[in-house]
């Protein structure tokens, strides 16, 4: 198939896209297919059109655009096939404040949370307790997210965010071991325990992409009943936000063995260090055969 690769783009994630599209590109290539690099920053203009002469797009985008579903809505324009939700399912994903509400109603156990819609005049009232995670509502790979634990830090961290971005959320902290969970055609992946080496607080940027920046054990050495327990949350925070194909859901496991749901992506990382990858090998699923099975998902759906 002549397969249109979408990486890079204008968002803060751009190098992590690109660094995950040349691995994706390799394994495509190996696959038989012919491919077509685009990146929207210098090509946007004529995405529908590129699109059209496809069969099938692989989007490798991570943050606006990609994961709130424009290209997406682009790509339907254009009758051209992709991997992954639609949209829809994207957009409400991404936007943290909007998935977490959903979560609750479907009684997902999640941290409480302050949307904040402007920057707040030093001295605020947060209205959360100390200590917070604070982060921007729509990013992703922990770029300017940072545990606040007094008010001035608090302060500080979202001067950062609203620097460049428009929304902030403000979550409380659970402190715990922190529990990734994939989604492959509709089936729970296995868990993978994330410990982040040195002095890093939490798996903050440099943890995720470095070759050996934090511990990453799959399958995670937790109960059966944690894990059938995340595997449960998992599928219905998918059904619930209406996503298909793929994604990765992230979590907190308390003391006392409480999973709490933070977040789900639905554009894995794709690169050599990332987490989705990791679990489908671990289920007999390597990289290359995972690549090919996201085209067959997407062409199930799409074709």
């Not at 797009?57 to 682009?74: K, Y």
């Not at 009684?107 to 005049?121: A, F, K, N, V, Y």
């Not at 300017?144 to 409380?172: P, T, W």
């Not at 994330?194 to 399958?219: L, Q, V």
Request: glycine share 10%.
């Amino acid at each position: 198939m002549n397969v249109l690769l979408i990486a890079g783009g204008w968002s803060s994630e751009r190098e992590v896209s690109l660094n995950g599209a040349a691995i994706i590109r390799a394994a495509l290539e190996r696959l038989g297919h012919s491919v077509r690099m685009f990146d929207p920053a210098p090509e946007f203009d004529s995405l529908i059109a590129e699109a059209k002469k496809a069969d099938f797009a692989f989007i490798n985008m991570h943050g606006s655009p990609g994961e709130d579903g424009l290209v997406q809505a682009m790509l339907e324009c254009a009758g051209c096939p992709y991997q992954g939700p639609g949209p829809a399912p994207s957009f409400l994903a991404l936007n943290k404040a909007a998935s977490k509400q959903v979560f609750r109603e479907r009684g997902i156990p999640t941290p409480d949370w302050r949307l904040l819609t402007s920057r707040p005049e030093s001295g605020f009232d947060l209205g959360l307790d100390l200590p917070v995670f604070a982060k921007p509502n729509t990013g992703g790979s922990s770029v300017h997210m940072g545990i606040c634990r007094d008010q001035a830090s608090l302060e500080r961290q979202l001067n950062i965010i609203f620097d460049g971005c428009d929304l902030a959320l403000v979550e409380s902290l659970v402190p715990g071991t922190e529990l990734t969970c994939g989604m492959l055609g509709g089936k729970a992946l296995p868990l993978i325990m994330i410990r982040p080496k040195g002095s890093a607080e939490f798996f903050d940027y440099e943890n995720k992409y470095a070759a050996d920046g934090a511990e990453e054990i799959c399958p995670a050495p937790v109960d059966d009943a944690v894990r059938d327990l995340i595997h449960k949350y998992t599928l219905e925070a998918n059904e619930a936000l209406g996503l298909t194909g793929y994604s990765r859901a992230d979590f907190m496991l308390d003391e006392n063995g409480t999973p709490w749901l933070l977040e789900v992506n639905t554009l894995p990382g794709m690169t050599a260090t990332s987490l989705l990858p990791q679990a489908a090998a671990e289920s007999g699923l390597p990289f290359d055969e995972l690549i090919a099975e996201l085209i067959r998902l997407g062409m199930e759906q799409r074709g």
